[in-house]
């Protein structure tokens, strides 16, 4: 059922208001080509979850295969378009959980992360973050030039939204079902998880981050071009920023 929940969220690091009930939960999870990884991220996640979404960006391996063995009840979205924000929007379209939370295929992330996430919603979060760099965080694949890129990312993001991120980029992450208008995705590529995050902050989403700890990916090779997709993310603050979108507040 959908929980009731509060005329307004509170800015950044503002104390969040608990919400009641029970509340059901999906999984989103984008793929391309990870069947070697799958068996680990679907092994981790509690067995309470609710609904597994699998968006399926055309892989020609079994990943489709694989997830409807581990888990039957998968729902299986299959996605023409590319790119991570298109799988995360489709899979968004999916979601039937009061509570929708999004994590990688690879195998960096742990599904026995996202009790963490849940709690952190039940206890008065609109949208949790995962963060890599908040205190109980840590990587074991970020690079200095990548740490120093989501450095500067989010002291831009503070200095012209406001939004105290110590980590922007990082694609785990829980929002209530009746938030997700406030989030509105239109744009394609692994800039996605940057646009959210703002428009969740600009939004005036009661927000917290998540310490998660960052594995390496298990089998094969990340889609991420550092550079390629630090402009991208660039470009998409300063769009943000001159557009001056808001998105639905709550």
């Known amino acids: 059922m959908r929980s009731a929940h509060p005329k307004r969220g509170a800015a950044l690091n503002e104390a969040p208001v608990p919400r009641s009930g029970n509340p059901t939960v999906s999984v989103v999870i984008p793929t391309l080509n990870e069947a070697g990884n799958l068996p680990y991220v679907l092994n981790t996640l509690p ?4 609904q597994v979404v699998v968006v399926d960006g055309r892989s020609k391996d079994d990943t489709e ?13 299959r996605e023409t378009r590319k790119g991570k924000g298109a799988a995360l929007r489709a899979g968004f379209e999916a979601a039937k959980g009061d509570i929708v939370i999004a994590i990688d295929a690879d195998g960096s992330m742990d599904g026995r992360e996202i009790e963490r996430f849940r709690d952190a919603l039940l206890a008065g979060a609109d949208y949790a973050k995962g963060s890599r760099f908040a205190v109980g965080g840590g990587s074991a694949d970020i690079t200095r030039f990548r740490r120093f890129g989501d450095w ?3 002291l831009l993001i503070r200095i012209l939204f406001g939004a105290k991120w110590t980590d922007v980029t990082y694609g785990y992450f829980a929002i209530w079902a009746d938030r997700l208008d406030c989030i509105p995705i239109d744009s394609d590529g692994f ?5 959210i995050a703002i428009r969740a902050a600009r939004a005036g989403l009661t927000t917290v ?40 507040t709550v």
Not at 66 to 76: D, G, H, N, S, T
Not at 191 to 195: A, C, F, M
Not at 214 to 224: D, V
């Open 65 to 77: 295969r694989i997830a409807a063995v581990l888990w039957p009840e998968v729902k299986i979205v």
């Open 191 to 195: 800039e996605v998880e940057t646009l």
């Open 47 to 50: 067995s309470w979850v609710d």
């Open 152 to 154: 500067g990312i989010c």
């Open 209 to 248: 981050e998540v310490p998660c700890f960052e594995s390496l990916r298990i089998h094969g090779t990340s889609n991420l071009r550092a550079l390629h997709d630090g402009m991208r993310i660039f470009r998409t603050i300063m769009a943000e920023r001159m557009r001056g979108h808001r998105g639905a």
